[in-house]
């Protein structure tokens, strides 16, 4: 009976830290989106478009980044699930890979945005 409550444990911490870091990853990827958005009015307004074009591409905007962040969240969830099953470490990797991509694209869009 003590051999299966062995198992239990560190399966618990895996699921429960591979949620914590998807939903971590998952809010980072509301703020690139937003950031994403920022970015895309500002260039529609440096490149001096037709004004009467903003709420189209606002909108349009929007909803192209909500469904590729929904992809992505859903994608991450599957990888990050997948490593929490073999081990912590292969897990932590992968939330840093893509903690980097979505704070990379931070950096870019912020530089973006100070240069507009």
Request: some cysteine; charged content about 15%; glycine content about 8%.
């Amino acid at each position: 009976m003590g051999e299966p409550s062995k198992g239990i444990i560190p399966q618990a911490v895996s699921v429960v830290s591979y949620y914590a870091l998807w939903f971590i990853t998952g809010a980072l990827g509301l703020l690139d989106l937003v950031v994403a958005r920022r970015v895309l009015l500002e260039v529609h307004f440096a490149l001096r478009l037709n004004p009467w074009t903003l709420a189209a591409v606002d909108k349009f905007g929007l909803l192209s980044l909500g469904i590729i962040w929904l992809v992505l969240f859903l994608l991450c969830e599957e990888w990050y699930r997948r490593a929490a099953g073999l081990s912590l470490r292969r897990l932590l990797k992968r939330f840093a890979v893509v903690t980097g991509a979505q704070v990379g694209f931070l950096a870019v869009a912020g530089v973006i945005l100070l240069t507009i």
